[in-house]
Nanobody, 124 residues
Framework: QVQVVESGGGLAQAGGSLRLSCVAS????????MGWFRQAPGKEREFVAAIRWRSGSDSTYYADSVKGRFTMSGANAKNKVYLHMNSLKSEDTAIYYC???????????????WGQGTQVTVSS
């Protein structure tokens, strides 16, 4: 059984910062990549960021809407990732989900394991 747990959501003012954390745990579980997605009220879930761990180099990917403002980091050995969110905007308000073990592209929401989500609210 694999569990994915997010933490760190909350309320921030526009222009402020928040940091989300996520850990995926399970006996002998190891994921080659993890991602963040978000879903705003009345909208479909969308890709935010992902990290793919490779021997010798890691790769991070970002949605255009967050590029330059959000930074994803993590430790493969611990299946732990962070999403550092700066210069927050009201349109960043959403439930943020962490996911592990993508079946294919990290950009698609075709991951095997998902967290329950954490609410991020940005007030203008």
């Amino acid at each position: 059984q694999v569990q994915v747990v997010e933490s760190g959501g909350g309320l921030a003012q526009a222009g402020g910062s928040l940091r989300l954390s996520c850990v995926a745990s399970g006996r002998t579980f190891s994921s080659s990549a993890m991602g963040w997605f978000r879903q705003a009220p009345g909208k479909e879930r969308e890709f935010v960021a992902a990290i793919r761990w490779r021997s010798g180099s890691d790769s991070t990917y970002y949605a255009d809407s967050v590029k330059g403002r959000f930074t994803m980091s993590g430790a493969n050995a611990k299946n732990k990732v962070y999403l550092h969110m700066n210069s927050l905007k009201s349109e960043d308000t959403a439930i943020y989900y962490c996911a592990a073990n993508p079946s294919g592209s990290v950009f698609n929401d075709d991951y095997d394991y998902w967290g329950q989500g954490t609410q991020v609210t940005v007030s203008s």
